[in-house]
């Protein structure tokens, strides 16, 4: 069996390590060769529009998937002529566009922040008049990792935000003060099977998730989290994992955004669950039984954004599972690798957890 991944980086390396036990060869697609997935497996390379490349590709996998969220849905239609892609271009192309995403948990009766389109000054001026401040003024397309993004606190911000995002489709959202963030990770297979990972809980600075803990112990949380990631598994008749964040306030799930791939606050899952995401999502885009998607313990996850730790001092944490990218250049932002651990107690999780955060 072979599997086609478009875009090579640390998502698409860690489905083509969960591959390799499993026999199934992978084969990557991206601009340049020196990727995370490029290192560990055969690449094409390209522009992410070369049909004919790309079509090649896909004639000689079973199954086409995607590492990265931003590939241009037109160039995954035209893998489809040749090979089923999953999860379907028509799921990514929702969840490229923050307006389109929050339409389709609004029509699902999923709760979300209070949003409005933004096209022209006057249609900010009258987002803020329906929805108040403060709020979010972001784009609805290319944004990840609190990029294109503006906060609105007060009547002098609005100029401010209308002067760095405008001139592009933007949403503007009510802010909602949350007192945690969680996500679910799901998987559907092909043949229709569904499971679900405990919830996750995840912190982020500066936009970007800086650490996850799971499981994150709420049945009531996690029913709820369920009805609402189920609702969209099965609106596409889904394949594939598929990854929703949301904000809990007053005690209630508000739904922010989701990723049609696997998932950074899912990682934990490679030595805290039964089965990885990665592996669960190959599972179920090639219409194999899926694993048992069941804790191991208390997982906590640290990322490493724009720097490493030394490799000496990492190893010398105990029961520390460390994941290096293989990226050449460490920019500010950019995620480098992570860290695992996996602990039999929520209080040792959490004492492990603040030495790997510590490791940054
Ligand atoms: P996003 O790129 O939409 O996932 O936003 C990145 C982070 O910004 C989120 O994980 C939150 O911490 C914060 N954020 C985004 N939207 C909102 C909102 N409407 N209210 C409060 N915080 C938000």
């Known amino acids: 069996m072979k599997v086609a991944i478009v875009g090579a980086g640390q998502l698409g ?6 591959a390799y036990p499993l026999g199934i060869a992978t084969e990557f697609y991206d601009k340049s060769a020196d990727t995370p997935g490029g290192q560990v497996a055969p690449i094409v390379t390209g522009e992410f529009d070369d049909l004919a490349k790309l079509t090649a590709l896909a004639g000689r996998a079973d199954v086409v998937t995607f590492d990265w969220e931003n590939v241009p849905v037109a160039s995954l239609e035209a893998m489809r002529r040749a090979t089923p892609v ?3 271009p028509g799921v990514l192309a929702v969840a490229q566009d923050r307006l389109l995403e929050k ?11 209070p ?5 022209l000054r006057s249609d900010l001026a009258a987002a803020i008049r329906r929805i108040g401040r403060p709020g979010i003024l972001k784009t609805r397309r290319f944004g990840y990792d609190g990029k294109g993004q503006a906060r609105i606190r007060t009547a002098r911000d609005d100029d401010r935000a209308w002067a760095a995002l405008g001139g592009e489709p933007l949403i503007y959202e009510g802010f909602v003060d949350f007192t945690r963030e969680v996500s679910l990770i ?7 099977e569904r499971a679900y990972y405990p919830l996750t809980e995840n912190v982020h600075e500066h936009g970007i998730l800086a650490s996850s803990s799971s499981p994150c112990r709420s049945p009531r949380l996690q029913a709820a989290a369920e009805r609402h990631v189920g609702a969209i598994l099965e609106r596409f008749g889904y394949t594939g994992v598929l990854a929703v964040e949301f904000f809990v306030a007053k005690g209630a799930l508000i739904a922010n955004e ?14 805290g669950a039964v089965t990885s995401q990665f592996e669960n999502h190959l599972r179920a885009i090639l219409g194999l039984p899926l694993g048992s998607t ?3 313990g208390h997982a906590g996850m640290v990322n490493f954004v724009g720097r490493v730790p030394r490799l000496e001092r990492a190893l010398a944490e105990p029961g520390l599972h460390l994941h290096l990218y293989g990226k050449r250049e460490a920019r500010p932002g950019r995620k480098l690798g992570h860290a695992t651990v996996v602990a039999s107690t929520a209080k040792a999780r959490d004492r492990a957890l603040g030495r790997l955060l510590r490791l940054r």
Do not use: K, Y
């Open 186 to 192: 799901a998987a559907r297979s092909r043949r229709g």
């Open 258 to 271: 989701m990723a049609p791939r696997v998932h950074n606050s899912g990682h934990w899952t490679i030595e």
């Open 115 to 119: 949003f409005a389109p933004v096209d």
């Open 103 to 113: 339409t389709l948990f609004r029509d699902l009766g999923i709760p979300t922040p």
């Open 86 to 88: 999953c999860p379907d």
């Open 294 to 296: 069941a804790a191991r």
């Open 13 to 18: 390396r860690m489905l083509a390590q969960a």
